[in-house]
């Protein structure tokens, strides 16, 4: 059975991470060019021995965004990560951040996927190009304590406001690839 390389790396990447393994790149089968493309582009980290440190919204590296659920917990490059992956896996968890503007703690319950408590929660979803993925979009997708918290931090990069949910559904798109593979 064949696989597209890029796709069959995130996906066996992401579960990998997931599972609290990392991998090395070769074990993989990734060869360095394709890794050092991925790294430049802002889609892949990787340590000085070559494993896996993040791919796919997922970090084996303590980060501000995590995700809490009954098999443990896995951080995340940005909060829509943190509330889109959950959702994508029809979890039951908690989506964990901080508000940029005044630093509470941020947290969404999901039951299923689907999110509760998110109130009057917003996330800024960055829409510019994305040359370097964690530098272009994930250091602008923060979730914040409301639209005026948002307002008041005026992000620096093009995008618009969504509430928690509309974060949920763009989730399941983002991470049908992870979803399909773990219910097929």
Request: proline share 5%; with cysteine; aromatic share 6%.
């Amino acid at each position: 059975m064949r696989q597209e390389p890029l796709f069959d790396l995130g996906t066996r990447g992401f579960l990998a991470l997931w599972r609290g393994e990392q991998p090395r790149m070769a074990d993989l089968g990734v060869d360095a060019e394709t890794v050092e493309a991925l790294v430049q582009q802002g889609r892949l980290e990787v340590d000085a021995r070559r494993r896996l440190v993040a791919i796919h919204g997922l970090s084996a590296r303590p980060t501000l965004h995590r995700i809490e659920h009954e098999e443990g917990v896995v951080h995340t490059w940005c909060a829509y990560d943190a509330v889109g992956i959950p959702a994508a896996l029809g979890l039951d968890g908690r989506a964990v951040t901080a508000c940029p503007t005044c630093g509470e703690y941020l947290v969404v319950g999901l039951a299923g996927g689907t999110p509760t408590g998110a109130g009057q929660l917003r996330l800024w979803f960055p829409d510019n190009g994305c040359a370097h993925l964690v530098e272009d979009f994930c250091r602008h997708a923060n979730l914040y304590c409301g639209a005026d918290h948002l307002e008041a931090a005026a992000p620096a990069s093009p995008g618009r406001m969504i509430t928690v949910a509309e974060a949920a559904d763009l989730g399941r798109t983002t991470w049908s690839d992870v979803a399909t593979y773990l219910s097929a």
